[in-house]
């Protein structure tokens, strides 16, 4: 939907590519469904679920065995996004790296985009 042609929607780092294979090989799911919903204290949170069945209208991207559908609502918001999976001493899981926020709460759970004529102007927004 808001593609360029040659470029995929979001990028996957190799630790990413490596947990999203692994967890879909070990659940036996076709995938993860990444998108975007409305809470948090800057407005907008993502969100991530396994899912058994490819929605027709998401845009998937596949590399290396892994597999992301970014849901129709969520395609404009997340173009350009470098998706990456740290651990660390405390914590493990999925980090964003979003061109398209304007602005991130402190414990970086919800997040604000640039608002559409922004994303537009920057070549973002189809």
Same mark, same amino acid.
């Given at each position: 939907m808001f593609s360029i042609p040659g470029k995929q929607a979001v990028t996957l780092?190799?630790?990413?590519r490596a947990a999203i294979a692994r967890l879909m090989e070990d659940g036996g799911k076709k995938?993860?469904?990444?998108?975007?919903?409305?809470?948090?204290?800057?407005?907008?949170?993502? @969100?991530?679920?396994?899912?058994?069945?490819?929605d027709p209208h998401d845009e998937? /991207?596949? $590399?290396g065995g892994a597999r992301v559908m970014i849901a129709p609502m969520a395609q404009m918001f997340l173009f350009g996004t470098e998706i990456d999976y740290e @651990?660390?001493?405390l914590e493990a899981g999925f980090?964003?790296?979003?061109?398209? /926020?304007? $602005?991130?709460?402190g414990c970086g759970e919800s997040i604000k985009f640039?608002?559409?004529e922004e994303l537009a102007a920057e070549g973002r927004a189809g």
């Open positions: 780092t190799p630790a990413a995938g993860l469904r990444i998108g975007v919903k409305k809470g948090g204290c800057a407005g907008m949170e993502y @969100t991530m679920d396994y899912v058994d069945e490819i998937v /991207v596949e $590399d @651990t660390s001493l980090k964003f790296r979003n061109p398209n /926020v304007a $602005d991130a709460c640039k608002d559409v």
